[in-house]
């Protein structure tokens, strides 16, 4: 599905514009589905985690923020507000709902009648307790039947489920979120006929449909659609009309019959409806452009994934529910559309618009997976079509030339054709996402697909790692496709997975090895959290579904495909694995047993080893584990635990991997068949012996991380590895030495002097990691005002680093590699207002206003180059004009960086209100202004009065809403803040309270404020 923008920029990847400290604690309580009725029993009890954990705070225990006396305060509010004013900035207003922090806490009076109980009002108010209890006891149960990969178990009771009533009083048949599986759609034709001038669309929809088991109704999906007039038909009968009922909480509707329609027979349903395009970023959805004379162009486009379909047309919208689709789109003479399918002919309307008719679509897809778009785009094509606005149709050659290498290597990857008779990619300007796979009509965000003619190799990356994460999806995902959301990551693992693996070998040059490694190791933190969860987890509610949409799904379940790869003999047993799972069910729905049966079918020919045992544990358990490694003679003993930042809660110590443990020593590290494979099964102590190990000097456990485990050495073993590294850098790879710096991190432990060897260090990986965790401590002692912390850590970083700093060059650097490093190292110089950074930043960016936009910013430069200069005001300004004329997007989003880095908040509002700054930009302009030392308090509270705006662009759950509560959140440290953004967010009942994301906010600030309490006194020691 989606590819989600943030992760394939690095917004944050490198140093100072990153949050990504330590989090966890909470117990991940799953929410349960909206009941269809009001529940009582419910509401007393729906945050029970948090009503503990908020009320009985003593107050000698917070901790105040920017040097202001405790004397000074007396509520949560005041910690920020004050610091606020203290920085000379205005405060915005607050909303009521942050103002009601603790409400949902205090003690409620019981209801006025009962309160002083005559003898008589007390019988009848027991007698009416009684009921109540009854009552909701009752419908408490009912409605618990929610959907799960089993299905919906029947209760013991015989009761009949409790209907829901439909809108127009009568009661609605179905009563669960999943749909009844007596109804197989085999067919759509959509006609759609969408006024851009109006917004608004109407549309028909004829489905055609078999019947699986006897039934006497049919209930499928609609939202926000306005039927105007249904007609039945059942086999060759005569077709007749019918009502047409809705629940609007489900997105459901529904007919039924008097007569029930029996396993086997064939029946037509119609539907014509009318619709507003949508002003958000999915379903059927107006976007519009300014074209090079400055003109509004309006266009319509379409974003389905996970549950929008149903808001283009009724449909039966869960991705088991394959079928074919044929589709027709009316339109003005001067526009043009597009659809999955080519188009098989055009005619003219009487009305003077043209109707397209598309083929149908020669495969049978999931409704998630169609997609139509009515712009004027321009296209540029060889066995592929790239299509753009015309002002940017320049920019789409890059793309054309990456999209037909990777799909000749997926064609022979896979050893099966790409399906369809074509292929578009298109730049839809107004676009939330990074793209998104529709089936032959892959829609791209324009930065994620344009590039510029001075585009660096690090731009190309960007666009190459979207096309080819797409491209892998026409296979995991449109080809063979998960049956339910709960296995989201056999669509998204693999992309992902596949993203890197293609790019290795289609494109070496792009270097992208180093990000896949760093995405490793964001996504081990984030699972290191208690409120993460399994790769494969139960889903139930819509916004259930939109938090898959997270690293676990992407990151860590591409990372648990290299792991496997990584220790299968051979480089074909994984792809053997695969085609097997790919044929087997081509055109079918899976789940992950599936695949790791497939996997095991062609492994267990050539090893002893059974895949499928030993991948359930990566993903059916949350979290991964810890390895140590305990050293004695020639004897090696091995445990494993699970990690948690904190293990304070630690409830899983019942989980166990099956880690597939790979090691070399320092007789043998840098060739590739010096790594040795060996499975550790078991919990506690194996060890392992053997004669030649007496005289190793070193072992080094998860040669290149490619196992989604860490590691700690002891402290023998981390001296060792410590010494050999001081004597030379070369005796393990850089990905080795990452591995080593990150696992260090994790461990918070007293291996800190493990950075000493830093001063010899020169390359990517090992560097930008160290870099993003000193710089992630940094930032939280610069936001606690540690001013002693901050001035000597700065010392240290700039003795670590300095001279490598000073080395970097300013001009144009063609390897990938050394541009990540460059852009790393000179994003940390000029935020610690190092003075040479400063000056050749603000020089570079006064050549380029002077030469007008001729003189060309390194692409890796430019944010670098913008933040600085947006520090002055006159800057800020020049910025922001440039910023609304230049064309080229990638330039644009680090403009924007800059001007999100200051004080001047106003961007915030402009991003909200779409004008200047497009509402897809603002979670990271968010993110931006939320990482600096001014702007943080700003944004937090920004979140918090606009909210209800916020989730009307974003729905609840999504990755934009998870990104938005992580970086104004992550970098708090305090318990007022802990308690400011419980409160706020307990507060918000159905709008978000009870997201995975709010447990990891935090849990992140709970671990912050540890890491404070227990690390700070011996990382004085290491300052
Ligand atoms: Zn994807």
């Known amino acids: 599905m989606r590819l989600q923008v943030a992760f394939v920029f690095r917004e944050n990847n490198n140093s100072l514009y990153r949050a990504n400290l330590p989090r966890n604690m909470i117990e991940n309580s799953m929410f349960e589905e909206e009941p269809d009725v009001v529940d009582l029993a419910k509401d007393s009890t729906a945050f029970p985690v948090l009503l503990y954990e908020v009320v009985y705070e003593p107050r000698s225990s917070r901790l105040l923020v920017r040097g202001l006396g405790e004397n000074e305060m007396d509520e949560d509010e005041e910690d920020c507000e004050s610091s606020a004013r203290l920085l000379g900035m205005s405060f915005m207003n607050r909303s009521s709902a942050h103002r009601s922090t603790s409400s949902p806490y205090t003690r409620q009076s019981p209801p006025r009648s009962c309160s002083r109980p005559s003898a008589r009002t007390l019988v009848v108010c027991v007698l009416f307790l009684v009921i109540v209890v009854s009552m909701t006891m009752v419908l408490y149960f009912l409605p618990e039947c929610t959907f799960t990969k089993s299905g919906c178990r029947k209760q013991t009771t015989p009761a009949e489920p409790v209907y829901p009533i439909s809108t127009n009083g009568e009661m609605f048949p179905w009563a669960q979120l999943r749909l009844p599986q007596s109804i197989q759609p085999l067919s759509y034709e959509l006609t759609l006929n969408p006024d851009l001038d109006k917004m608004t669309f109407t549309g028909t929809t004829v489905i055609t449909m078999t019947v699986r088991h006897d039934t006497k109704r049919i209930v499928l999906h609609s939202a926000n659609l306005n039927i105007t007039k249904a007609t039945f038909k059942l086999g060759d009968g005569k077709a007749t009309d019918v009502t047409v009922l809705e629940y609007k909480p489900r997105q459901q509707i529904a007919v039924k019959f008097s007569e029930e329609l029996k396993a086997g027979q064939q029946c037509v349903l119609t539907l014509n409806y009318s619709a507003n395009l949508s002003h958000t970023y999915d379903g059927f959805y107006n976007s519009s452009y300014s074209d090079k004379d400055g003109n509004k162009r309006v266009l319509a486009a379409t974003q389905f994934e996970p549950l929008s379909a149903r808001k283009a047309f009724p449909c039966f919208d869960e991705p088991s529910f394959k079928a074919t689709f044929q589709i027709k789109i009316s339109r003005k003479p001067d526009y043009m559309t597009l659809s999955n399918m080519p188009k098989a002919k055009t005619t003219s309307l009487p009305s003077g618009l043209q109707l397209d008719e598309f083929e149908k679509t020669s495969v049978k897809m999931s409704t998630y997976l169609v997609a139509f778009v009515v712009a004027n785009f321009t296209p540029i094509s060889k066995n592929v079509s790239v299509y753009s606005v015309p002002e940017k149709k320049e920019h789409t050659e890059y793309a054309l030339d990456t999209a037909c290498k990777l799909l000749e290597f997926y064609n022979s990857f896979f050893e099966i054709v790409y399906p369809l008779k074509k292929l578009d990619l298109v730049a839809i300007p107004d676009f939330l996402a990074g793209a998104m796979e529709n089936w032959g009509l892959i829609t791209f965000r324009e930065t994620s697909l344009l590039v510029g003619k001075q585009s660096s190799l690090l731009e190309k990356q960007v666009v190459a790692s979207v096309i080819a994460h797409e491209l892998a999806h026409q296979w995991f995902g449109n080809l063979v496709t998960m049956s339910w959301w709960n296995d989201l990551w056999l669509n998204e693992g693999f992309a992902t997975y596949m993203q890197y693996m293609s790019l290795q070998t289609v494109l070496p040059k792009l270097d992208i090895g180093n990000l896949f490694l760093d ?505």
Not at 626 to 654: C, I, M, P, Y
Not at 756 to 766: A, L, S
Not at 821 to 842: F, G, M, P, W, Y
């Open 519 to 1023: 995405v490793r190791f964001r996504a081990l933190e984030k699972d290191a959290l208690n409120s993460s969860h399994a790769v494969s987890t139960e889903v139930n509610t819509p916004e259930q579904v939109e938090e898959m949409f997270d690293s676990v799904s992407y990151e860590k379940g591409a990372s648990i495909l290299l792991m496997l790869n990584a220790s299968l003999p051979g480089d074909q047993q994984f792809r053997k694995g695969i085609i097997q799972y790919l044929n087997q069910f081509s055109g079918l729905n899976t789940d992950t047993d599936n695949l790791w049966n497939s996997l095991t079918q062609v492994d267990v020919s050539t090893q002893h080893q059974n895949v499928s045992e030993m991948m359930s544990s990566w993903t059916s358990q949350k979290g991964f584990p810890l390895v140590t490694v305990d050293r004695k003679g020639d004897q090696v003993t091995l445990t494993q635990e699970h990690f948690l930042l904190t293990s304070d809660n630690a409830t899983h110590t019942s989980s166990l991997w099956h880690i597939p443990v790979t090691y070399i020593n320092d007789t043998c590290s840098l060739a590739p068949d010096c790594k040795q494979v060996f499975t550790l099964k078991t919990k506690s102590g194996k060890t392992y012996s053997c004669q030649s190990w007496v005289l190793i000097k070193w072992l080094k456990l998860n040669h290149g991380n490619t196992g989604f485990y860490i590691v700690h050495y002891g402290d023998d073993g981390w001296a060792a590895l410590i010494d050999a590294l001081i004597n030379n850098v070369n005796v393990l790879t850089p990905e080795d030495r990452a591995s080593l710096i990150h696992n260090m991190f994790a461990l918070s432990r007293q291996v800190l002097s493990l950075l000493n060897y830093m001063t010899n260090e020169t390359e990517t990986p090992p560097v930008t990691e160290a870099l993003l965790q000193l710089n992630n401590i940094y930032r939280l002692l610069d936001k606690r005002q540690e001013t002693d912390f901050v001035s000597r850590m700065k010392v240290r970083i700039l003795s670590y680093f300095g001279s490598l700093m000073r080395n970097q060059t300013w001009d144009e650097e063609i390897s990938v590699s050394k541009q990540e490093l460059r852009s790393a190292l000179l994003e940390t110089a000029c935020n610690l207002n190092v003075d040479s950074c400063i000056r050749q930043a603000k020089a570079l960016f006064k050549k380029y206003v002077e030469s007008n936009g001729t003189a060309h910013i390194p692409g890796d430069l430019q944010r670098v180059v913008f933040t600085v200069a947006a520090q002055s005001e006159e800057s800020w300004s020049t910025l922001l004009e440039k910023y609304s004329k230049v064309s080229y997007d990638a330039e644009k989003r680090k403009m924007l960086q800059g001007l999100a880095s200051t004080q001047d908040t106003r961007i915030l509002k402009e991003g909200l209100q779409g004008n200047i700054i497009q509402t897809q930009e603002l979670p990271l302009v968010i993110n931006t202004v939320s990482s600096s030392f001014s702007g943080y308090l700003f944004a937090w509270d920004f979140i918090q009065e606009n909210w209800n705006q916020l989730i009307e662009k974003f729905p609840v759950g999504s990755f934009s809403i998870q990104k938005i509560i992580k970086s104004t959140t992550s970098q708090f440290s305090t318990q007022a803040h802990l308690n400011q953004v419980q409160g706020f967010f307990s507060s918000l009942k159905e709008r978000g309270s009870q997201m995975r994301s709010v447990q990891e906010a935090l849990e992140t600030i709970r671990l912050n404020q540890r890491w404070m309490d227990r690390n700070l006194p011996s990382f004085n020691e290491w300052l």
